[in-house]
Structures are given as C-alpha cells and as structure tokens.
C-alpha cells in the first residue's frame, strides 16, 4: 500500500449518492497525495461499497464515479467481499461485520454468496455497536422507570454525555437529527460497565454475539456448510471487547458449525481490495 | 362542547417549540370558528400537553402560549392527565396510552402521581402502534433473510406501501426522514395478519400488551395501589385491536393488581379537560 486516503461517510443509502461519490473522491486524491504520486487514472481500482451486492446500487454507483476518472476500470465489490479476501486469499467462508452496522456475509466453494442482515439502523443491524448504545440507552431509562433491572448503565450514560439526570437523555436524543453515530459510541461505555460486572450491560453484550452468530448461521447453512472448517472473520470494532463477545459468539456459532474457524480478521479490509484486484488483473 | 379545532403535530420534543405553539394557536382558532363564535380570550384554558408533567417544558410551552391570548389563565397540565380526568371524575386510577407513542400514568387518593414509559420512538414507547409497526418491519427481513420465523406480514408490508419486494422497504424507511408516522400506521397491517392466523403477527401483539401492562404495573406499585380496585383506561389507537391487545394485557396486569378495574376509556381525553377546567373554576 504506497497511499492512503480517507473522507467523510460513503454509504450511499445513508448520505445519498452524490455524497458518497463526493467522499470518494476526495479519499481517492488523498490517497495519491500521500503517496507522494501525481493523481492519474488506475489500470483498475476495487471498491467495497455497503450496498456493493445490490445490483441497482453497484451499478449507480459504478455509472456516478465514471466522470472522477479514478481508473480504466471501476470494480465495485461489496464491503464484506473486500474484508472476506482480507481474511482468506481463497475467498471462501464468512466474515461477519459488526461496526456501526452489521451483516454477516459468506462465499462457498462454487462462488455461491449469501447474507444475512445488512438492513442498516432501522430494520436491522441487530449486534452492531449502534444496536449496543441503543439497548443500553432504553435499559437505562427502564431502570429509571422502575419498570427494569437496575444497572450502572443509567448513571454512565448520563455521565458520557455529561448531562445531569436520565431525563436529560431526552435532550440528545431528540435535540436534531436522530444521533445514530453517537448511539453507535456508547458500546465502549456498555463495555466498561459489563467489565465491571453489570449484568445488564453483559446481556446486552451476550444478545449482541447471539444476533450475530445467527446470521452467520443463517448464511452457513445457506451455503450448506456446516460440515465444514469454514473460516469465520470477525471484523469492525464491537469485536474490540474481546472474549466478552466473541466467546458467546463462538459458542452460539459452534452449535451449528462445529468445525468453523472463527478467528479476528487479521489483515484490513482495504488489503483484501488490494488482493482482489490484484488476482482480477492476472486473471 | 361547542367547537371543535384541529391542526398540526404539537409535541414539542418532536416538532419544537415554536411549531407547536403556531398549531395550537391554529387549533383554537378553528374551535372557535367551528362553535360559530368570535375568538376571545377564555377565562380558563386547560391544554393537555405530551411533557406537561416535566416542569421545564410545561413552563416554557405556557410562557411561549401566552402572547397568543387563549385565555385569561393558561393551564398546561399531563396529556395523560385529561385521558385521567375523562376517565375518572376523582382523577384516580391508571390511564395507559398507547398511540403513536405509549406511557402509562397514574395519581392516587394522596394525590401523588407516576409514570412509566413516555420516553419517545428512540428510547421507548414499548407497546405504542410505532413499537408494534417497527418490529414488524424488523421481523419481515428477518423472516426473508431466513434469520426468523417466517411471516406472512414480509408480503404484507411489502403490499402495504406498493412495493415490489422485501429489499424495496429500505427505500421508504431511509428514503427521507425518519419515517415514525409511517412506521406507526403499520399495527393494523399486523392486526390483520394477527386476525388472520400469523403467529408473529400474534406475538407482537402480546408482547405489546406485556410492555403496556409492565408500565401500568410498575404505576400502580408506585403509587401502592396493588390491593385496590384501581381504575385502568386504556386509551389510544393501538386498543382499537380489540380484545388481541386488550386480553393479554389483562391478563399480565391482574397478576399484579387482581382487583383493577380495566376498561377502554369510553369519553375522549379532551371531556377530561373539560372536567377539570370546571373543577378549576368552580374550586
């Protein structure tokens, strides 16, 4: 990797095509900037792109970035194909992502895909750091109430934000647009209260890796193979609390594919852009 | 009652202060035109108000009504509050709502008063029609990513909004706004399904009605009120599914409180205000 770039938010369903493309671009120039490169067209550049496996947002995105000239070939893949080719150069088995959002993804030995979640904040993203903050935000006003176990979450939530009483949670979560980012940065605290011994904050915890083995049970068994040592990469930061979710992650997942390999993503997702790319262009 | 006026959203936490100030302004005008009179300050004005029992916002809404006239004396008290008052001519008992947003709320003989719930779409409104349509949307994807049991409410809700597939709901739900009003115009969509046989559709009515009983329980506890013939109203939207909803949350709540006397609130909320804008002036 000679250069990096990086920009604002590029999901094209959360900041809107000309955004994205806009963010896209700009990472690009910066890139060829730190490598200390005049800016020119690439022989072929891969893109992993949330949305990148629905053929309407590939090709939209596709036709969008033509103009920028970023290469003779744009080659947008979907994110979890590039995190997937980070973690096995054979691109076969699943990588579950859990970040801001979460999907689990996964390729079999015919070149089969399949996912399970990806539904973004909204309809989905069950096990993600947003899911996290926001279990944790209504088990804290729960508690208040008297209508849920208490938990120190009420008062490190209300510390975080450095407001002075639950009913003050009120104020950041309505006070503009819905604050999905700074929902998505409470799972540290979560974390930190879970670490600490609450046991609410380890059932959110516990719920978050049952979410998520779920869906990559789901696409497992949709690529028929449970039988199988199928690699398993773990990537994005909720697996940054360590065994407090990987070890009930791994025994959920277990249970349906006892021979799954199911390790933390070593390598970045944007090495296994470089490694698709590279194998597209011998091929 | 001698006129009637309606007009926009006037929750302040959702459209702000000065948005619901310019549609209550509006809906008394129209009550007055609709009662065929000329528009004068009343003597007394009792508004029933989402956030009328945190003081703050009770004192900002009634200093920001008052350069409009309405009334001689403005009163901003609970929405609950009214639904109570309609309910009950002493304002004892339980009132739990559950429209678009849900709360339960409470006052006793001593006149102390509780709640649970009311916290709004992000952190709560368990049991509301937005709860009971959000989880749908989420159980629908579910089902058609093979994560959840399937559902006939997947074709539903794909049908209700004039979609051609289940990957087309993300395009209503992120396509603009947070789509909440949408979202809450769901729960008779599941109450069909329900009707018709669905057993998710089903389980999301019971858990709604395990949410509102929660809420209603944990008031009537506060105010220690378990061993009385406590009056509970139900009142809002999400009721009009009758006896699906109705049961269950009878059910859950005479665990608790065996002796309460639970009933749709039969008079609209605002005969509640009515009552207690008399009480008032007669006091």
Not at 40 to 57: H, I, K, N, V
Not at 237 to 261: C, D, K, N
Request: glycine residues 12%; charged residues 15%; aromatic residues 4%.
């Amino acid at each position: 990797i000679l250069g990096r770039g990086e920009a604002g938010a590029a999901n094209v369903s959360a900041v809107g095509l000309s955004a994205a493309v806009a963010a896209i671009g700009q990472a690009v120039a910066a890139a060829w900037q730190a490598a200390g490169l005049t800016a020119r067209p690439a022989t072929l550049a891969c893109l992993g792109a949330a949305g990148g496996d629905r053929p309407q947002e590939k090709e939209a995105l596709e036709a969008a970035l033509a103009p920028l000239g970023i290469a003779a070939r744009l080659w947008v893949v979907p994110d979890a194909l590039i995190a997937l080719a980070a973690a096995s150069r054979e691109v076969i088995g699943v990588v579950i992502i859990a970040g801001t959002g979460s999907i689990a993804w996964g390729r079999n030995r015919q070149g089969d895909t399949r996912r399970a979640g990806g539904w973004g904040y909204i309809l989905g993203d069950e096990g993600s750091a947003f899911d996290i903050g926001l279990s944790a935000l209504r088990a804290a006003v729960r508690a208040h109430d008297g209508r849920g176990q208490p938990t120190a979450l009420t008062d490190l939530l209300v510390a975080h934000w450095a407001l002075s009483q639950p009913e003050d949670l009120r104020s950041v979560v309505y006070g503009g647009s819905y604050p999905r980012l700074q929902i998505a940065a409470l799972a540290p605290v979560v974390e930190r209260a879970a670490r600490q011994g609450d046991a609410v904050a380890r059932r959110l915890y516990a719920q978050a890796a049952d979410e998520l083995a779920l869906a990559a049970k789901t696409v497992i068994v949709g690529l028929g193979m449970q039988a199988e040592a199928v690699p398993v990469a773990l990537s994005g930061g909720v697996f940054q609390a360590g065994e407090l979710i990987i070890e009930p992650l791994i025994r959920s997942l277990r249970a349906v594919a006892p021979h799954a390999q199911i390790a933390r993503l070593e390598q970045e997702p944007a090495m296994g852009a470089v490694h698709l790319a590279a194998q597209e262009r011998s091929a």
